[in-house]
């Protein structure tokens, strides 16, 4: 004898976005921490050692957090006017900044006062940083020049000028230079105007952002362009690598972070900001996500750590009765114990013990109870099509008052334009109407919904024929658009065409 | 056209078991039933068949314990005979010749002839028979055998036919008879299916095809007749039994549930639900400890009478339609095919049994006729036999098609399929064809009408839908690498690329749509073979898309071997309503081998199975046999093959080998121990006089010495030793001790060139030889034989042990 087979409720795929590796380590990330700062944070950069210290710089001061405290650890705030680029050196000791001003600022990082100042530049200076080999300064200033400075006495080493354009990072042309020359070595043409660079660790690829496109130049081959990404729609304003260097990640003023794999570059991840991004930084080991925004506000993301992602994807919370189920579940006889094997009974639901009996318009009760109907309406279609199948839907759906017809007739209303549900339920409102096609007119009630139904109908009708009208247009479009291939064939099927 | 002599074509197995109902034996330890020409007997605790008692030339019609001799039973046959058998070791005793072919039952008569069928049935079938010579009273008589019943003791004679019941009394000679009326109010039929007569009272029970059963009573009186009517069954009764104490009813039909009436106390019943499918016939052993069922679906059920299934013998279902065609598991090497309503069934070809069913749409089935139902009606491997997919599809009269697409992964651990995914309506219209990609890497492919792909991964998804200027595809196939896939369009044959989904190039032969594609395996894999509704076969070479040769000849089926480049095709020849069967290699237009007169009827369904060690024959015609063996469905739907003279020779060797003499459940350790013990008993009792001067047991008996001293790990298993070995030192004790000391030296002799489990037999069986020798010669002989057996059991690779045992 053979046991009872339930009801099988088809499950439905979940639309949206997969659950892929990259989702499930970029979600892992806590609630976001907002500061407000004063203005717009125009840059953000980790110190490389630990504990990984981060500057903001914004407005007229430049703002040092440590890894974990919401409030500055230590701040500059000796600028005259707007602050530019605080970039750390690669030991973490140095800090440097640019000014409106014209002024390169050089700070130590447990100091106050800047250690040295760097004047030659003529007007406002965006952006500054250290050389690899920590020595130098290069900066780069609206005055479309490009300097480069010696730190420890303050003198002008080399200036380029070859820009035609305000440096805020490289403009419509950026060049590369070679310290040791006073010549561009290479000028590659990003087409709009550059609002970011990034140099891969390899130093063989680099990445520039400018409008709404990122492209990737091979330096080896000459500065050969690699791929041009266009996945934001407004201006990119910041990159940045993840720690292994496997994912790129852009800013923009879309208020978009996109994540790219490095290989493909197809994009992985996506996340979602409440205003334009002006600037980005992951913290070593991907620890935290930080982007600063137009309106000052600096968002900062902490990664999980691993209990914590762990009580997530654990089982959801028991109650109390299951441990009284699971008493004795986990006990394993010992080899002498005689077990006595107890027949398992089977657990039915409550639709599936009427339908065991046959009993079918109580199964169809039970199934259009309220929870079932409004939180799971899969398992009222699952017992209807059941129903359907037995050849007995029509004997459930009959003989029911106008309390139970009103409510059959909601739960239609709801779900029969889903279009997950419709082959099932527009069998079951057809067989309704010529059940009760008698009745009509006797419970203004149920004339509403009728009335209803039917102007739902209508409107989905409408809907659909639109759809018809726009899926027509496009096959023209993709017909026209598509190449004709001669598809090769042999003599015989052409004689009998 | 070369005819061989030496490859037959043989039945194979799969044959009804339900057709007649089953019988039990007196001890309800046996249960016989006919099987096409043979009669089964099983095993009612193992479901084992225990042997096939052959020798009828046509269809067994029925079976019926002789009940002079409770060990031995009649069978009846459309051949003409009757044959009596003792069934406990399955020996023909005698059999006479009735003289007309006819269709009868043992107990009762035949149905279309009235002709005394039975001669030699004792007691109430004789009385029967010359009653019946006498007058020939039941002159309109059912063909069904469950409508005909003896009453009481054979005293009366019940037959239902139509809506009138017959009651004749032999004593009397005097027949009642009792009509119905045609309609009920509700226009129901009132038409009789089924007779049953209770054992000690005078009541009949009828089935009827509304679902009611009525109990007739003082029916031997034209006039005062009564009748009670019970109803549960909501259609047809299809058959009734009453319990041998006559205190209960037992009734089925199609809802297969099996009701139990108690007699008298009509309200109280008990059911037994979910019996699979619908019951045919119910019977109950003599003593009434057993019940069982018979079913449409080809099984019989075993159930104890607290109303619990406790054994189920299934044999091959054949259902109306094979939609989805014979297929070969890859894994189990069972031909798989749709049996039961929505499973798919597995069978075993060497074996003749049903491994098991596949439960494929899981849903609850109902019982009902009338009612639509998904059917399976498609299935395909991949050819390593990892996943399996299905097609199932419910059709009903004005709603659209219902299909769904399973996709089933084999999970080692339970080693079953599991389902993996479900793809509802994966197509607007009806299937044609599906087939896996035979590719060696994991992506696999799929595909069907109009055509659509499907790759795998941790999920599936369609890969690419192409079509070819709106035509209805028909069937596809893959090339053996994978590289590329014919699908035909009518009398297209398309050619693609499954890397790329490209149409490659398109063949055609006009005219007539094509029939069968099929790609050529190893050395002929630049061959693709298509047959066309106007009688064609055709042969491609891929390499220059040009037509090789064709032949016309009306081929009904082709298929390939998938081990061998062969190629089989079943042909039609009209005018000799004959099927013939060539085997070819595609590069080639001549025939290996044919064989004429197959069968009568069309040939629908064949495939190759893959044999389970190669032959070696080096002959020509039948070298194609070597690999795989062709099964072939005739319309009748028997299974045959092809076999050679000396495989089946082999076959029967082996079979001979295989059957076990005793009809006790058993195992091949039942087998040698139960004798054993036996014996051992024998001569217990035979030992009863001196057991009451035994002497006390010798503590440091050398026996017990090399029992503790042999290490555990080469000892087998206590519960097998025990009692053997506490017998054995039992009987020895009888003796004085210079015997036991004796017995130990030889022990020691022994030791060297024994391994331990044989000298713990060896001195479970010396002792009493030594004991007794007068007595000796002849146990000692025997035992000596069994000590050999066990050895050779020890010696063999108990893989095959499993085999055996396997339920």
Known sequence: ?497 | MVEHGDIRVVHRGGSKINSREPVISSDSRLLLCASGECVKVFSTSTEECIHDLRGHTGLVTGVLLRPSNHLQAYSCSADGTVRLWDFTDGILIKWRSVGKACVCVCTCVCAELFQLVAVHLPQSGDRLVEARELSAVLSDVSSNPAAIAFGRGGEYIVSAKGLQLEVYFFKKQKSYRFSLKENNKKGRKNTFTCVASHPQDDCIATGHEDGKIRLWRNFSHKKEYTYSTLHWHHSVVSSLCFTPEGTNLLSGGVESVLVQWRYNQESQKDFLPRLGAAITHIVVSPDGALFCTSHSDNKITIIQSCVKVSAIIQGLVKGESLSTDLMVDPRSKAMVLNGKPGHLQFYSLQRDKLLFNLDIVQQEYIHQSGLQQFEVVKAAFTASGNWLASVEERKQKDAELELNLKLWMFDEQSQSFVLNTTISAPHEARITAMCFCQSTDSQTTMLALTFMAVDDGPSWSCDFVGAYHSLVPECCTFSADGSLLAVSFQEVVTVWSPSSWELLTTLSQPPGAIRDLCFGKLSCSKYLVGTTANNLLCCWNLLTCALEWSTSMNTSLLLADPLSENMAAFLNVHNVDQIVVFVFKPNEPRPLYSHKAVCSGNVTRAVFAPREEMLDSCEESSQWLNHSQLYFLTQCMDLMTFTTKAEEARQMAASKQLVIDDSIAMTPFHLLLGKHRGQQQQQESGQDSLSAERTPLPQGSAAIKELLQTPAHILPSTSFLCSMFVQSLLISVTDSRSETKHVEEEMESEKEEDSEEEEIESRAVRPPEMARCGQATETATLTKAQVKELRRVKKLDHGWLSSVLDL
């Open chain 1, 1 to 497: 004898m053979a046991s009872y087979k339930p009801t099988k409720i088809t499950v439905y795929p979940k639309l949206g976005e997969k659950v892929t590796q990259d989702t499930v380590y970029w979600k892992n990330y806590k609630a976001p921490i907002q500061i407000k700062e004063f203005g717009a944070v125009t840059n953000i950069n980790f110190s490389p050692v630990a504990p990984h210290n981060f500057a903001v710089t914004a407005f007229t001061r430049i703002h040092i957090y440590g890894p974990f405290s919401h409030e500055p650890v230590k701040s500059f705030t000796r600028f005259k006017d707007t602050a530019y680029c605080g970039r750390f050196r690669s030991d973490g000791q140095l800090l440097v900044a640019g000014c409106e001003d014209s002024v390169v600022r050089l700070f130590d990082v447990n100091g106050k006062v800047a250690l040295r100042m760097y004047k030659g530049h003529t007007k406002a200076v965006h952006v500054t940083d250290f050389t690899s080999d920590s020595y130098q300064i290069l900066t780069g200033s609206d005055d479309y020049s490009c300097r480069l400075w010696d730190i420890p006495n303050a003198t002008e080493l080399n200036a380029y000028q070859e820009h035609t354009d305000y440096i805020r990072c490289g403009q419509h042309l950026f060049s590369m230079f070679d310290g040791r020359v006073d010549k561009s070595v290479m000028t590659l043409d990003h087409g709009q105007p550059v609002e970011s660079l990034l140099l891969y660790p390899s130093e063989g690829l680099l990445v520039s952002a400018g409008g709404r496109f990122v492209k990737v130049w091979d330096l080896l081959k000459k500065g050969q362009p690699l791929v041009s990404l266009k996945n934001h729609h407004k201006t990119v304003t910041c990159l940045c690598l993840s720690s292994n260097g496997e994912r790129l990640l852009s800013g923009s003023l879309d208020r978009h972070v996109k994540v790219y794999n490095t290989t493909s570059y197809k994009v992985v991840h996506n996340f979602d900001y409440a205003a334009s991004i002006l600037s980005l930084a992951l913290a070593p080991n991907d620890e935290s996500i930080v982007v600063g925004m137009t309106n000052g506000i600096l968002n900062l993301k902490h990664r999980k750590n691993a209990e914590e992602s762990k009580e997530i994807s654990g089982q959801q919370r028991r109650r109390p009765s299951y441990r009284v189920f699971v008493k004795g579940k986990n006990y394993f006889p010992k080899q002498d114990d005689y077990l006595v094997s107890k027949p398992v009974k089977q657990h039915l639901a409550k639709y599936d013990k009427q339908l065991k009996k046959f009993n079918v318009s109580k199964a169809l009760d039970t199934a259009l109870e309220a929870w079932t109907r409004l939180k799971k309406p899969e398992i009222t279609v699952a017992v209807i099509k059941e129903l359907d199948r037995r050849g007995t839907l029509k004997n459930a759906l009959a003989g029911r008052d106008e309390q139970g017809l009103s409510r059959l007739l909601y739960f239609l209303i709801g779900n029969l334009f889903d279009p997950r549900f419709a082959p099932v339920l527009v069998t079951a409102a057809e067989m309704i109407l010529d059940i009760y096609q008698s009745v009509i007119g006797q419970s203004s009630v149920v004339d509403r919904q009728l009335l209803r139904l039917q102007e739902m109908l209508e409107r989905e009708i409408d809907y659909q024929q639109e759809l018809l009208e726009v899926l027509g247009m496009l096959d023209t479009v993709f017909a026209s658009s598509l190449p004709r291939k001669e598809v090769p064939c042999s003599m015989f099927s052409l004689m009998i065409r």
